[in-house]
């Protein structure tokens, strides 16, 4: 995956980036999200949606590309959060809408709706899927945030000591 190539062109991105930003910011402004942070929250979306894209683009697949989307979410709304002095859920939820399977989850309505048990139960396994890759790079991005916190913590107690 590294050494693939990746070929789009600037409209791509700014369509990707653009769309990416309005659901996130749509979705913040439904759930009342602080006008203050609206943007930003836009921001932590972008940032998501462009690393799924990036990475579906390379060939990855779907659940290595939503847990490194759901990754870039966490690590963004984990930086914001500190920047703004807001809660971190206030860019992370509404960061996330983006990745969210809305689609496929329709689709296993409906054919379970129409009888089709077999096709649903495929696309609901997809869903499933792809719902526990961005629960588990929103995890990851908590993880790495902690360890880093801790490696900090030690780097300076270090320097405090060796003074």
Not at 4 to 13: A, E, H, K, P, R
């Amino acid at each position: 995956m590294l050494g693939m190539q990746v070929s789009f062109n600037i409209w791509d991105v700014l369509i990707n980036l653009i769309f990416s930003y309005v659901a996130t910011v749509g979705f913040a402004l439904t759930v009342n999200i602080p006008h203050r942070v609206i943007h930003w929250s836009g921001v932590c979306g972008c940032a998501g949606w462009m690393v799924y894209w990036l990475v579906t683009r390379a060939s990855a697949g779907r659940m290595l590309s939503n847990t490194l989307g759901a990754f870039a979410v966490g690590l963004v709304a984990l930086l914001l959060a500190k920047w703004k002095k807001c809660p971190v859920t206030l860019f992370s939820v509404p960061g996330l809408v983006p990745l969210v399977p809305g689609a496929p989850a329709y689709m296993v309505v409906r054919r379970l709706i129409d009888g089709k048990y077999v096709a649903a139960q495929q696309m609901m396994m997809r869903v499933a899927i792809v719902t526990v890759s961005i629960a588990l790079g929103f995890l990851l991005s908590t993880l790495f945030q902690e360890a880093w916190n801790k490696y900090v913590k030690r780097l300076k107690l270090r320097e405090k000591l060796g003074k």
